[in-house]
């Protein structure tokens, strides 16, 4: 069974930092590209945060988050991190993680219709 769990979410005043986990099992983790979105408020269509590929992990980030998030992936412990700092009110939502078997040679996506597996999800909430 595939499966990716998230972790690490929380509340947490403006300005502080917060590191997201996603751990996977049932997949080929080394060969997978993986992704964060987050959606807020629910309903909205999901925004893309970051990604990282399986190649080398070249990495992606979205526009509202650069500068602030760094993914990283530990590949021994079929793992994906992402690391906030900064965190400002809009950043609140709900984090979801996913992954994807990407096609030889394509950068790794920031479209969530490319990724096909997804968690249940972790809450970030930022207070002002």
């Known amino acids: 069974q595939v499966q990716l769990v998230e972790s690490g979410g929380g509340l947490v005043q403006a300005g502080g930092s917060l590191r997201l986990s996603c751990t996977a099992s049932g997949l080929m983790f080394i060969r997978n590209n993986f992704g964060w979105f987050r959606q807020a408020p629910p309903g909205k269509e999901r925004e893309f945060v970051a990604?990282?590929?399986?190649?080398?992990?070249?990495?992606r980030y979205g526009d509202s988050v650069t500068g602030r998030v760094t993914i990283s992936r530990d590949d021994a412990e079929n793992t994906v991190y992402l690391q906030m700092i900064d965190l400002k009110p809009e950043d609140t939502g709900v984090y979801y993680c996913?992954?994807?078997?990407?096609?030889?040679?394509?950068?790794?996506?920031?479209?969530?219709?490319?990724?096909?597996?997804w968690g249940q999800g972790t809450q970030v909430t930022v207070s002002s």
């Open positions: 990604a990282i590929n399986w190649n080398r992990g070249g990495v």
């Open positions: 996913a992954a994807y078997r990407p096609p030889w040679g394509r950068p790794v996506a920031t479209d969530s219709k490319e990724y096909d597996v």
